[in-house]
């Protein structure tokens, strides 16, 4: 055997292996894509809300494999407050469902970066330089690990989709951070229309409220001048 038949055979098994590697991550990437457009068409089939929430934080949760994944929107006129309108979470965690959250340090410190599309993963909140009193807030839902998206209508800062690792702490990979900012930019869109829709029918429900309203008034006033030419006419007659 040739002196550099073993370093031949070590090449071309590098080769190989990588090779199977690039093959393996090509098929990652593809079933990534897969799900993400699965979650993406099953968010943007609805234009109910309650709906589109439910469907996404289900998704992304179990394809994340997260502890929970939640829809934070904020108050219309504060960043300082707001609550959990949805969530999907594992059994042994707590629900953070209609909590009322009061962070002032949020809307003091974090706000304006995530208007501007700022996205925070931490791997461990205790280890991330957080302020206190936000660690204090994440805690109290049992957070040790979050990723947290902004879900921008414009330039307002809606509200935020929120993957939480509750048992431990957890380095978020870059593909994770990436397939959530996709599915938080598809979640906004839908809830940009299903509320474009909502008012729509708001609008129309009071359109039609008025519009009733003044066939009862033509009704009446048509019936008032029946009243008063029958009434005329009778003291016509008695006066003849």
Known sequence: MSPESPYKELIALRQ?????????????????????MS???????????????????Q????LLNADRVAVFRFDPDSYNEGEFVSEDVLPPFGSALSTKVRDRCFGEQYAVHYQQ?????????????????????????QIRANLVVPLLQGEHLWGLLCIHQCNQPRDWQQ??????????VHLAVAI???????????QLKELACIN???????????????Q???????LESKVE
């Open 16 to 36: 190989r292996v990588a090779q199977l590697e690039t093959e393996i991550e090509s098929k990652s990437w593809i079933n990534r894509q897969k799900a993400l």
């Open 39 to 57: 979650v993406i068409t099953k968010v943007r089939q609805s234009m109910n809300l309650e709906t589109i929430f439910q469907t996404g934080t």
């Open 59 to 62: 998704e992304v949760r179990q």
């Open 117 to 141: 599309g700022r996205i925070q993963a931490v791997a461990d909140i205790h280890h991330s330089g957080l302020s206190d009193c936000h660690v204090e807030i994440l805690s109290q839902f």
């Open 175 to 184: 593909e994770e951070i990436e397939f959530a900012q996709t599915v938080a």
């Open 192 to 202: 940009g229309q299903a509320e474009s829709l909502a008012q729509t029918r708001q």
């Open 212 to 226: 009733a309203a003044l066939k009862a008034e033509t009704n009446y006033c048509q019936q008032a001048e029946v």
């Open 228 to 234: 008063l030419t029958q009434v005329k006419a009778e």
